[in-house]
């Protein structure tokens, strides 16, 4: 099965996969390609694979991506390499990817199950975005006024779940749970359609 989590910037999508993964589930989490520099404490590989631009463009070129998109001047996207391993192995997939990408993978794998992470209220965003400190002022208006335009598109996941300030488990329970109910339909074949 193939599960693509997503929502807007800040919202705590690589928290709440930190914590899916302390559960040792069966579970295979691809590894988004970036051209953005990593953060302090980010690992190549793990966290991302970091890219520089040319490198990702042969990535584009060769159709090696599953979902691409330039988000706030850098390019991400999920290397189908990334998501084939997985399905192999025989173990669930789950990205992490925007709202744009999720539209890509709706169009390409409508089975994938789709769930988006929203915050409390904009104000909960804002607060999160500023602790990080990785944002000017004018940046981290972009991104609450990306993240408003985003948060319109709910409509098209099959779920949704509300990240509220320190209640990241109930957020990370929720989201087990989608997957849990998931497993007990028929499980498509997408091994073949990627």
């Not at 925007?98 to 994938?112: F, H, L, M, N, S």
């Not at 992470?117 to 944002?135: F, G, H, N, V």
Request: aromatic share 6%; charged share 30%; hydrophobic share 40%.
């Amino acid at each position: 099965m193939l599960v693509v989590l997503s929502g807007p910037s800040g919202v705590g999508k690589d928290a709440a996969l930190a914590e899916l993964k302390k559960l040792e589930r069966p579970w295979h989490f691809a590894v988004t390609a970036t051209t953005r520099p990593p953060r302090q404490g980010e690992r190549n590989g793990v966290d991302y694979i970091f890219v520089d631009a040319p490198a990702f463009q042969k990535m584009q070129e060769r159709d090696e991506l599953l979902e691409c998109a330039q988000v706030y001047g850098r390019w991400y996207g999920v290397p189908r390499s990334q998501v084939r391993q997985g399905l192999r192995a025989g173990q669930d997939v789950i990205l992490k990817v925007d709202v744009q990408g999720a539209a890509t993978i709706r169009r390409k794998v409508p089975e994938a199950v789709f769930i988006f992470m929203l915050p409390a209220s904009i104000e909960e965003l804002k607060k999160r975005l500023s602790q990080r400190k990785t944002e000017t002022p004018a940046e981290l208006e972009i991104r609450l006024n990306t993240a408003r335009e985003e948060m319109a598109q709910v409509r098209w996941f099959d779920y949704r779940v509300i990240n509220r300030d320190d209640c990241l488990h109930q957020a990370v329970a929720e989201i087990d749970a989608i997957i849990s109910a998931e497993k007990c339909r028929v499980v498509p074949r997408m091994a073949q359609l990627l």
